[in-house]
């Protein structure tokens, strides 16, 4: 048995989640852990001097629990997916490869996880089909007036430039294509990399 852990992160609205999700629905034996469902509670979560919620910080995260998710799947996947409600597909133990998506948009900022991909994908968009985007979406709580320009696209540029100095061998993705062209990108390399895997077995 192998295990495979592919990173997709990138900026708000990027088209994160979608791809993930496309790559689970495609990738055998594979489950989606989402950094968005670490989120801690609202109240627990400070405001800056402006009066923002700082939600785009890794301190508004449970990334503890985050963590104890990812290594519970490393020690046993097959258990891991079950507990999920997954169906495995049938194959020889030395054959089975089982693929972690973990999808965020600070997940290469907090190192103990950026450590653990095998491989990383980030999705760009530009700075006005981004605000277009987020602003078509409903959040709960919803955005105050001028968070986007005050809180969220200053902070996105923050975490890239922290991102972009602790991490290399990320693949970034031009979040415009359409979701057809990205997913078969990101398909085509992850199982080049699964088959490289199933031939260590073999050796």
């Not at 495979?4 to 990027?14: A, E, K, R």
Request: negative net charge.
């Amino acid at each position: 048995m192998k295990t495979l852990i592919i990173g997709v992160g990138g900026i708000t609205n990027g088209g994160k989640s979608t791809l993930a999700k496309s790559l689970h629905d495609r990738v055998p034996n594979s489950c989606v852990i989402a950094q968005d469902s670490y989120f801690k509670e609202d109240s627990e979560v400070p405001e800056d001097d402006n009066g923002f919620k700082q939600y785009d910080t890794l301190d508004a995260l449970h990334m503890d629990k985050m963590m104890t998710d990812v290594i519970s799947w490393q020690r046993d996947p097959e258990s891991f997916l079950k507990q999920q409600g997954q169906n495995l597909q049938c194959q020889s133990d030395e054959k089975k490869v089982f693929v972690l998506i973990v999808e965020g948009f600070l997940i290469f900022n907090h190192r103990p996880l950026n450590e653990l991909f095998n491989r990383r994908y980030f999705m760009e968009i530009p700075y006005e089909v981004c605000k277009i985007r987020r602003r078509s979406r409903v959040y709960t709580p919803p955005d105050p007036p001028g968070y986007f320009n005050g809180y969220v696209w200053p902070m996105y540029l923050k975490n890239r430039q922290e991102m972009d100095s602790m991490t290399s061998g990320i693949v970034c993705l031009d979040g415009l294509k359409t979701k057809e062209e990205l997913l078969a990108t990101v398909c085509k390399e992850v199982n080049q990399e699964i088959e490289k895997l199933k031939c260590e077995e073999t050796v």
